[in-house]
């Protein structure tokens, strides 16, 4: 092993922390929840929990925690998916595939818009609680 | 990519000798058998401090936390959890109380880690999730950014204290070796944590290693030594092989060694193993038993800091006063002396053991109230009986009582009610636990630990010892009272280092604290609690119903009966084991 100098202990450093950001206990802001029941699964759901974190990693959001829930009953429209961010509406997204899991991390998660053709819903909060739990 | 879903598993010693590794390796087979290795990371950490409740799985990002889990949960966790991402609500903690289980644990409501900040977070054999936790990132700003004297100066402004128990200024310490001219100077680290049932300064070095050689080093740099020790004892041999692995890495990163990234300044750490010796835990003794002497302390001044190892400048600091270091530097003396009393700033890290539902590891501000730390942090007595004292200090300590259960735990208000902070052991107790039992409990420890160097401890460790057995046999007179504090004090003023000084200490605080329990075994010849055998009689009453159960367990079958008639003890033969009283479905055996 070299040594390190300076610059390479802030490189090593930079670097390990995004592969920890999703392990740290620093307070998150918001977070996505998939649908993995079998119907999500089989829906697709793997691969669009992978184009999240793919995404999410490309456009270096580290604030925001992904989260895999069971079936939330509504297996007509799965993959489904929850996102809960500040500032923006709780929004239940139905029939997303990778390429709309990509846009939801563009638009959604960056607060800068709403992917409208695949929202199925956007509860009240008495419906869901927040947190989706 | 990255994972998906991050399983923790306590590796702390208390969680591995459950069957931790054993559950490890089942969740690693059975990671491996679904095929989800790229996943799914799992993560061998260091001691979460709910260390009763072990062994402790977490789950990230749900932050499910799993308690008692086992090797056979493995599948489950793994095909439930998380392939379906369903939570598993039979393994989470249910809280005494309360009718649902949650991952809303009050154990760690009114925690608040500086010392255990990676503990339970990384893995302490990987220096990379160190680096990423910000490691190693003081010492750069010190190497990079400051001169020795500007780490000093915050060092000694945070207002930090020695952990070891006496709570004296680190930077005060650190200012008198800086300012000694000497061709070497050393730093050491004292890991020869010996108080019973405390395991803080383990699971410190079990769970976060480089933060200790991370601020060696920086003591290094400011008081300029170039070589560290490490005196840690033998029966240690987790925190032992991480911190040989820690140092391995460090240096090959060339983070200890020659020209630490690349700059001029070079340090290095060695460990020393002691053999367990409780007196090796004074600086002085620890010292000489670094140089291969015998361990036994000299008298002060001079001070290690000023004439230490081999006769040089030597700072020695305890293991978790080492891992406040890091944290000063990064946050700075400002934030750290917000936490904390007008007089003890930052945190402090207490073994939580004894008749309390949560023990466990937990660091809380200075200045938390007993009271938070018994019924919030540690869910209260378990047995429901009434909080009677809790000893902090170990052998060195004394007794808080119900009266203090509010006062504000700092060095001096602990001082103030005839206690010490110690290096963190607490130790509660109901009305059931006699008080001279306890006592003679620390004092058979002292004696037995006692170098046997200058006569007050030798001889007046061993003089209390006696009196303390005989009150405890009943065969105790009224004098007794007196000669304990007579030679306690003597004990005190007389002794020549901190082992002998403070022995006394447990005897001095039950005597003023628990008088009346001492004059009740003295005068009325009962043990009030029902601790001390030799003044206990256990007979049978009426409500007997000859069921036999008694007889059948009692070791030295003292107990004779007919079936289905009532029992008598043979009191002359009875070994007062008290196996009989347990056993006893009918209440119909009496103790007193």
């Known amino acids: ?133 | 990519m990255a994972y998906k879903n991050y399983i923790l598993v306590c590796a702390g010693t208390a969680c591995e000798s459950n069957k931790g590794k054993a559950l490890y390796d089942a969740l690693e087979k059975e990671i491996t058998e679904a095929g989800i290795e790229t996943e799914v990371q799992l993560v061998k950490t260091g001691c979460f401090g709910f260390c009763g409740e072990g062994p402790i799985v977490k789950i990230l990002p749900e932050e499910n936390f799993y308690v008692k889990v086992g090797p056979k949960d493995a599948k489950e966790i793994i095909n439930e959890q998380i392939i379906k991402g369903r939570t598993i609500k039979r393994l989470l903690y249910k809280e005494p109380g309360k009718d649902s289980p949650s991952d809303d644990i009050g154990f760690y409501h009114k925690q608040f880690r500086i010392v255990l900040r990676n503990c339970a977070v990384i893995n302490p054999e990987i220096i990379d999730e160190y680096i990423a936790r910000d490691g190693y990132g003081a010492l750069e700003k010190a190497l990079f950014d400051m001169t020795p004297d500007d780490v000093l100066e915050e060092i000694k402004a945070s207002g930090l204290r020695g952990r070891g128990g006496a709570g004296f200024p680190t930077g005060t310490k650190w200012g008198f070796s800086k300012a000694v001219e000497a061709d070497q100077k050393y730093v050491v680290c004292n890991a020869d944590e010996g108080d019973p049932g405390a395991y803080m300064d383990r699971s410190v070095l079990e769970g976060d290693p480089h933060t200790v050689l991370e601020a060696m080093a920086i003591a290094g740099y400011t008081i300029g030594a170039s070589k560290g020790y490490i005196y840690i004892r033998a029966e240690y041999p987790l925190a032992i092989d991480r911190l040989n692995l820690a140092i391995k890495q460090a240096k090959e990163y060339g983070l200890l060694g020659d020209e630490i990234l690349g700059t001029d300044f070079s340090f290095d750490i060695e460990l020393r193993l002691g053999a367990g010796a409780f007196v090796c835990g004074e600086e002085t003794a620890l010292l000489a038993s670094i140089e291969g002497k015998r361990g036994m302390p000299v008298p002060r001044p001079p001070f290690p800091a000023v004439k230490g190892l081999w006769g040089k400048p030597t700072v020695i600091n305890n293991v978790e006063t080492w891992a406040n270091i890091p944290v000063v530097l990064l946050k700075g003396s400002k934030w750290f002396s917000n936490i904390g009393t007008a007089t003890s700033k930052g945190t402090k890290v207490f073994a939580l053991t004894g008749k309390i539902n949560n023990t466990g590891l937990i660091e809380v501000p200075m200045g938390t109230t007993l009271r938070e730390i018994i019924y919030d942090i540690g869910g209260g007595i378990d047995s429901g009986k009434p909080f009677k004292a809790a000893q902090t200090g170990g052998p060195s300590g004394g007794c808080i009582t119900p009266e203090f259960l509010d006062t504000p735990i700092d060095y001096e208000s602990l001082h103030a009610i005839g206690s010490m902070m110690g290096s963190g052991g607490m130790i509660v107790m109901d009305e059931d636990d006699c008080m001279i039992d306890v006592t003679k409990f620390y004092l058979e420890f002292t004696v037995d630990e006692s170098c046997g160097k200058c006569a007050p401890c030798r001889i007046g460790g061993r003089s209390c010892y006696n009196i303390l057995d005989r009150i405890s046999k009943g065969q105790g007179e009224p004098e007794d009272v007196q000669k304990l504090k007579d030679i306690g004090q003597a004990m005190r003023k007389a002794s020549l280092c901190g082992l002998g000084q403070t022995a006394s200490n447990p005897v001095m605080s039950t005597l003023k604290y628990f008088e009346e329990e001492y004059r009740a075994h003295i005068e009325d010849k009962v043990c009030p609690a029902g601790k001390c055998k030799e003044m206990l009689t256990y007979t049978i009453n009426d409500k007997c119903i000859g069921c036999t159960a008694c007889a059948r367990v009692c070791p030295v079958n003292c107990i004779d009966g007919e079936v289905k008639k009532p029992h008598t003890i043979d009191q002359k033969e009875c070994i007062k084991c008290g196996q009989c009283f347990s056993t006893c479905k009918f209440n119909a055996i009496d103790k007193g």
């Open chain 1, 1 to 133: 092993m070299k040594k390190l100098t300076l610059d390479d202990l802030r490189a090593l450093r930079n670097s390990k922390k995004k592969a920890m950001s999703q392990r740290d206990g620093e307070a998150k802001s918001g977070e996505v929840v998939i649908g993995m029941g079998t119907c999500g699964i089989a829906a697709g759901a793997k691969s669009v929990f992978d184009a999240f974190l793919d995404e999410m990693e490309k456009l270096e959001i580290t604030n925001i925690v992904i989260k895999q829930t069971g079936c939330m009953g509504l297996c007509f429209s799965e993959p489904t998916v929850e996102v809960a961010t500040e500032n923006m509406p709780h929004v239940v997204y139905g029939n997303v595939d990778e390429e709309t899991a990509r846009r939801i991390v563009r638009d959604h998660l960056t607060g800068t818009a709403l992917v409208s053709d695949h929202i199925f819903d956007k509860p009240s909060m008495d419906i869901i609680e927040k947190g989706g739990k």
